[in-house]
């Protein structure tokens, strides 16, 4: 896992010093796969959390849940590789089942849980895939899981009202509002306890807030450091959250963000800012640790691309809604922004809750 680890790091050096333009499907490959390990463990922690609320008697429910959706996701990230570049023979020697068995095997192992389904493992099968069989899983930490899955669109706006003027009496000045068409109901609340502007983030390791420390999002008040892209002052307080897209940064680099876990709730609501001509993507993803089997593998729920906000305190910032798909167990959502065309390219978030 150290060897894996320290080629991660590697290769978003090489690409922030500019030897590269952008990831290859390799690379991707590999840094997915880390990430992928270290939602496992995260899941891991989770049923152990739950064990010890008493929330439940033992973990071997939760613990067959996470290596299931561990091993569907990683099978997922193998298959997709290999179908964009079938010669990614990193990527393949890397995605084994040997080595997903022996990864999983170390993360029940750092869990304190029983290896008894990997008595029969055969470590020579994991020769040549880069990872070392006896790895340190507590030495790669990782502070943020990466999703890949269909890029959905941003439909809609919420509770929008369609008005019957036919009836109107324009003689009298006056326009009836056909109730059986505009009969929305009234805004939904954010839930108590998800509200975040960001105010005492910092460096993302509190709040449940995590990004890795390569293309990280930071906080920022007032302007950007770059004129003509990001918003000149947060939606609301003082703080927001952004990605500098400034060099060494280039076309293509990744800036990954997970929220903290949340339960229950219908919709996703923040403050966006995409100010500038060489604003990227933005894709939000729902990522369910454990419940309804909805999003076992991650799943899409809005996309943003290119420039959608004009500069000035009164147009920089608009007001996203996204729905959470029905059914969801304990869950975390990743914001994944890729990086445009050139340093104009600094996107923002603020005022975030999950809504009833």
């Known amino acids: ?19 590269v333009e952008a990831l290859t499907v390799t690379e991707k490959c590999l840094m997915k796969t880390h990430l992928i390990v270290g939602a496992f463990k995260k899941c891991l922690a989770n049923q152990s959390a739950k064990v010890a609320k008493g929330k439940a008697e033992n973990t071997d429910q939760g613990d067959a849940k996470c290596a299931a959706r561990f091993e569907k996701t990683w099978n997922k990230n193998r298959d997709k590789s290999l179908q964009d570049d079938p010669g990614a023979a990193a990527c393949n020697a890397a995605t084994t089942d040997a080595v997903r068995q022996m990864q999983e095997a170390a993360a029940l192992v750092a869990a304190g849980r029983s290896l008894d389904p990997y008595a029969e493992l055969n470590l020579s099968d994991l020769e040549g895939s880069g990872i070392a069989a006896e790895a340190d899983l507590d030495e790669s930490e990782v502070d943020l899981d990466e999703c890949e899955g269909d890029l ?17 009496n324009t003689a009298l000045a006056t326009c009836e509002l056909d ?34 420390d390569f293309n990280a999002w930071e906080q920022n008040s007032g302007h950007t450091i770059s004129s003509g892209t990001g918003p000149s002052q947060a939606s609301e307080g003082f703080r927001y959250l952004y990605t500098e897209a400034s060099s060494p940064r280039q076309e293509g680099d990744i800036f990954l963000m997970e929220s903290p876990a949340f339960t229950g709730g219908s919709i996703v609501k ?30 899409s729920i809005g996309t943003f691309v290119g420039p959608g906000n004009e500069p000035g305190p009164t147009s920089e910032w608009s007001t996203e809604y996204l729905d959470l798909p029905a059914g969801l167990g304990e869950y975390a959502l990743w914001f994944t ?5 050139s340093h104009l390219g600094d996107l923002a978030i603020d005022a975030f809750c999950i809504m009833e």
């Open 1 to 19: 896992m150290r060897a894996l680890f320290l080629s991660l790091i590697t290769l978003v050096a090489l690409s922030s010093a500019g030897t």
């Open 337 to 341: 922004y890729t990086r445009g065309s």
């Open 179 to 212: 109730l059986a068409i505009c009969n929305a109901p009234p805004t939904p609340a954010c839930i108590a306890g998800t509200e975040e502007g960001f105010e005492d983030v910092g460096d993302l390791l509190t709040a449940g807030w995590s990004s890795p």
């Open 270 to 299: 923040f403050d966006l800012s995409r100010v500038g001509a060489g604003i990227g993507s933005l894709d939000v993803s729902v990522n369910e640790f454990l419940g309804g089997g909805v999003c076992d593998v991650p799943c």
């Open 152 to 168: 959905g669109t941003t439909t809609g706006s919420l509770n929008t009202c369609t008005a019957d003027l036919g009836s109107a």
